[in-house]
């Protein structure tokens, strides 16, 4: 049946504006090949299930899953019986597990998270409770000497050590998913965006079109697809575009569409330094929109600061479908970096950060409002017959990926 596909999806590029878009029946279909999509399809080809992945972008991974901090990240910071806690920790276990299988680089290399004033040492005790009832081992209080004794370079009143935190090459985990994924044939189409779908029956139709297609479309227009294919099972994992590209979708009520909210985080390196000055993760007490401008090491033991939070304003549904976000750093916004560093690094010297890159988040919550759980949306909650929405699915989307791939198919699969 893919062959087929494969054939159709090939000959589009010579499908006239006026020609009618072919119409092809397959299996299952994955939008987005970020880490969640690409786990998702490794799960459901695992199960024994025709699967296409689809990708506006020239390879897999172009988005938030390569522009974050690569952090395996432990369930501390969210509610008890949450989405985010359950498929942390257990993402967490699965993670580590396929890392030390398959060899993708990682390194278990442990968290403080540090109270720098005493008025955060309640918060601090608060993030312990909440990781314990989530099922966190070997959290630890540390009193500051101890934690400075562990990090010279760190200043702080009393920190939270997390055993199970580490890192991982967000990359070669990636490629290793594509692999085991290829490997039991699932089909990666790049250069490829969904514009669009109807329910007929019930069967979701998904409108398929090349990406150079909608390089110059005014946001207006109708679009026409080029091939038209028919799932038995869709899973929108399109990260920062799922909540625009759905409402493209006539048959699903858009009051399942939850608002969406961007927030850019950006990264600053720390430059002339032949040593690091930190073999720990190191994180502040949580800010609004995020985690706080922490410290994150690569695996070659080079340092970054950071993500900041900046809410992004005037991003529409059109720039949100079109993936059009601005990924670019000003290398002024340092200047709000050292303040927030130096709570805890006192000795960062000026003139050491150098812009790196930026990420997005794609939020469900606004500036000032509670945070809002993962959103997994099926049958049961929108009404619509074999498609899967992933709304929301931010921090800790990486470390959660393999567990929420297991939900799915675990849930949905028919």
Not at 37 to 46: F, N, Q, T, Y
Not at 253 to 262: H, S, T
Not at 334 to 363: C, M, N, T, V
Request: hydrophobic residues 40%; proline residues 6%; neutral net charge.
């Amino acid at each position: 049946m893919l062959k087929h596909t494969l054939k159709s999806l090939r000959r589009m590029s010579t499908t006239t504006a006026a020609a009618p878009a072919a119409k092809e029946k397959v299996d299952c279909v994955v939008i987005g090949a970020g880490v969640v999509g690409i786990a998702v399809a490794r799960e459901l080809a695992l199960k024994g299930r025709e699967v296409l992945v689809l990708d506006s972008g020239p390879t897999f991974g172009t988005g938030t899953s390569s522009r974050n901090s690569e952090v395996i990240h432990a369930g501390i910071y969210y509610p008890l019986n949450s989405l985010k806690a359950i498929f942390c920790v257990r993402g967490r276990e699965l993670l580590y597990k396929y890392c030390s299988e398959h060899e993708v680089p990682h390194n278990q290399i442990g968290k403080l998270i540090v109270a720098t004033r005493p008025l955060e040492i309640p918060k601090l005790n608060d993030l312990m409770k909440r990781g314990t009832a989530n099922g966190v081992h070997g959290l630890r209080m540390l009193e500051g000497f101890e934690a400075m004794k562990m990090e010279p370079e760190l200043q702080c009143v009393k920190a939270l050590l997390s055993p199970a935190s580490g890192i991982v090459d967000s990359h070669s985990l990636m490629l290793s998913l594509v692999g085991e994924a290829e490997n039991h044939g699932t089909t990666f189409s790049y250069n490829t965006s969904v514009i669009g779908g109807h329910l007929e029956g019930n069967c979701m139709n998904v409108y398929i079109s090349e990406s150079k297609n909608l390089q110059n479309w005014d946001g207006v227009s109708p679009l026409q697809p080029e091939l038209t294919l028919i799932p038995k099972l869709v899973v929108n994992s399109a990260g920062l575009s799922a909540p625009a590209l759905v409402k493209r979708f006539i048959g699903l009520d858009n009051v399942f569409i939850p608002p969406a909210y961007y927030a850019r985080g950006c990264y600053f390196s720390l430059a002339n330094t032949k040593v690091a000055p930190f073999k720990h993760l190191i994180y502040p007490i949580p800010e609004d929109g995020g985690l706080g401008v922490h410290v994150t090491l690569d695996l070659d033991g080079q340092i970054k600061f950071g993500p900041d939070v900046e809410w992004i304003d005037g991003i529409d549904d059109t720039l949100s479908f079109l993936n059009r976000f601005d990924y670019s750093v000003n290398a002024n916004r340092a200047e709000r970096f050292y303040p927030e560093i130096r709570k805890y690094y006192p000795d960062l010297r000026d003139g050491s950060l150098q812009p790196s890159y930026a990420g997005i988040r794609p939020k469900l919550s606004g500036p000032r409002q509670s945070p809002i759980d993962f959103v997994i949306q099926g049958e049961d909650t929108h009404g619509v017959p074999g498609l899967v929405n992933l709304f929301g699915i931010e921090s800790p989307g990486l470390t959660s990926s393999m567990a929420i791939a297991e939900y799915v198919a675990a849930k949905f699969l028919r």
